[in-house]
């Protein structure tokens, strides 16, 4: 195992969508925090029926943020951004073109693998950048210290192993049917005590 296998994977899943350029991270909500940082977002809107880490990401940023209503299958937008949060979403040629979409490998998706996330984009230099910025500021395949780190980056990478673990299971979701999901599969985040206290 390689990070070979990382953009075997990177380019398997952004073919099977048809999005021009994929960016394999650890988890979606690492995909989405990485979005949120290279379009230096703000001021954005989430659905109150999601996931709750992605209202933790924003307060995580200290970005100005409000719940919204929206009866959403599969995906939804987050306001105020072209980030799309697709965790649950497994569509052949699924990209929405001009979005940052960020997928999850998470064990309950479709593609199961415990973990992992990806960015799907048709931007090069957004690709090129989000890259970077999962690999803890480096370019993959050279090594760091014949690098000139130039950027912040995160440690959000996927690993060789859960990207072999993609390739080998990728065909098999390609064939079966995805279940579909909708805001019925969440409760209301602000009933949570934590958002009714803090909601910014």
Same mark, same amino acid.
């Given at each position: 195992?390689?990070?070979?296998?990382?953009?075997?994977?990177?380019?398997?899943?952004?073919?099977?969508?048809?999005?021009?350029?994929?960016?394999?991270?650890?988890?979606?909500?690492?995909?989405?925090?990485?979005?949120?940082?290279?379009?230096?977002?703000?001021?954005?809107?989430?659905?109150?029926?999601?996931?709750?880490?992605?209202?933790?990401?924003?307060?995580?940023?200290?970005?100005?943020?409000?719940?919204?209503?929206?009866?959403?299958?599969?995906?939804?937008?987050?306001?105020?951004?072209?980030?799309?949060?697709?965790?649950?979403?497994?569509?052949?040629?699924?990209?929405?073109?001009?979005?940052?979409?960020?997928?999850?490998?998470?064990?309950?998706?479709? +593609?199961?693998?415990? /973990?992992?996330?990806?960015?799907?984009?048709?931007?090069?230099? =957004?690709?090129?950048? #989000?890259?970077? @910025? $999962?690999?803890?500021?480096?370019?993959?395949?050279?090594?760091?210290?014949?690098?000139?780190?130039?950027?912040?980056?995160?440690?959000?990478?996927?690993?060789?192993?859960?990207?072999?673990?993609?390739?080998?299971? +990728?065909?098999?979701? /390609?064939?079966?049917?995805?279940?579909?999901?909708?805001?019925? =599969?969440?409760?209301? #985040?602000?009933? @949570? $005590?934590?958002?009714?206290?803090?909601?910014?």
């Amino acid at each position: 195992m390689s990070f070979d296998d990382v953009e075997r994977f990177e380019s398997e899943v952004a073919r099977f969508y048809n999005a021009p350029y994929a960016v394999a991270t650890d988890c979606c909500t690492h995909a989405i925090e990485l979005c949120l940082r290279h379009t230096e977002a703000n001021d954005i809107e989430i659905p109150s029926r999601t996931y709750i880490s992605v209202p933790f990401t924003a307060e995580k940023l200290g970005l100005r943020w409000s719940f919204y209503d929206w009866e959403w299958k599969n995906y939804y937008p987050i306001g105020n951004t072209h980030i799309i949060d697709a965790a649950v979403y497994w569509q052949e040629n699924g990209y929405v073109p001009g979005s940052l979409m960020c997928l999850s490998f998470q064990f309950q998706k479709h +593609l199961s693998l415990g /973990k992992g996330g990806m960015i799907l984009t048709d931007s090069l230099s =957004d690709a090129v950048s #989000l890259k970077k @910025m $999962s690999y803890d500021g480096r370019q993959p395949n050279v090594p760091w210290r014949e690098q000139d780190i130039s950027t912040i980056g995160y440690h959000y990478y996927m690993t060789p192993e859960t990207a072999k673990l993609g390739l080998d299971k +990728l065909e098999q979701a /390609k064939q079966s049917k995805p279940r579909e999901w909708g805001i019925k =599969d969440w409760p209301d #985040l602000r009933n @949570m $005590s934590i958002f009714k206290t803090k909601e910014l």
